[in-house]
């Protein structure tokens, strides 16, 4: 009995620190892959920033990056997938699913005791629920840049949200002062809302606002109706009361 008690332990111990390794493993091996400064746009201070960021994410519940790529000319992977006019700000989910599997690729071998393609694709599916990139890449003479939210980001980040947190931010990259805002703005809402968040929860929705404003008006409709039936003519209490103290005293006096 003493015999199977020990194998049981040294079995679970075994498991606990193959799962601790891979995952420490997992987390380490991210951060060459977290800035590609191909326009040597951000500083060294602002890269160990961003870096340090990551990797106090990496030990919270849903490990949320921020990465940085900036490209003197856009990958022709990634270039196909732009449309003519990306005025909105939106990018295909194929550009960060093509830089991603990048990087998943360079640190899955191929020689390790499993099934290559399967990690890769489980590799995949994390990262793209995890990591939110930046990319900055040449655009009618200037720097035109996009932020390619994490799912679990996007998941958090209601329409309005959305709307009030760009306000600020510059779709077009003339400094790396405009690039980190990027990630100011980002990183205290990924702090409160997502990074460690049993259960993501969408904020206020331009929906729920105009709810709330057609609510209002309806009740501010409403009074406004009583109020003025009240000072109508004939519409009060007050002069049903005033026609009846008439009545009276001409019926007193006829008699």
Known sequence: MKKIIQAILLTTITILSIILTATTTHAANLQPYMIHDQRHILTPVQKQQIIQ??????????????????????????????????????????????????????????????????????????????????????????????????GDLRSAVSDFQNWRMNLGLSKQVDSNTALMKYVHVYTPFINKHVANTAMIKQGISWDNIWEIIFGILIVLGFIGIVRFVRHTPGGGGGDSDSSFDDGYVMGRWMR
């Open 53 to 150: 960021q990551n990797e106090q994410w990496s030990h919270q519940r849903r490990r949320q990056q921020i990465w940085v790529y900036t490209f003197k000319q856009m990958p022709s992977t990634i270039k196909d997938d732009l449309s003519d006019d990306d005025s909105t700000g939106e990018i295909s989910d194929d550009v960060s699913t093509s830089i991603l599997t990048k990087a998943v690729k360079s640190y899955t071998p191929a020689d390790g005791d499993y099934d290559r393609d399967t990690m890769i694709d489980q590799r995949l599916s994390s990262l793209t629920n995890q990591v939110s990139i930046l990319v900055v890449y040449p655009r009618g003479g200037g720097q035109r840049v996009l932020f390619i939210k994490s």
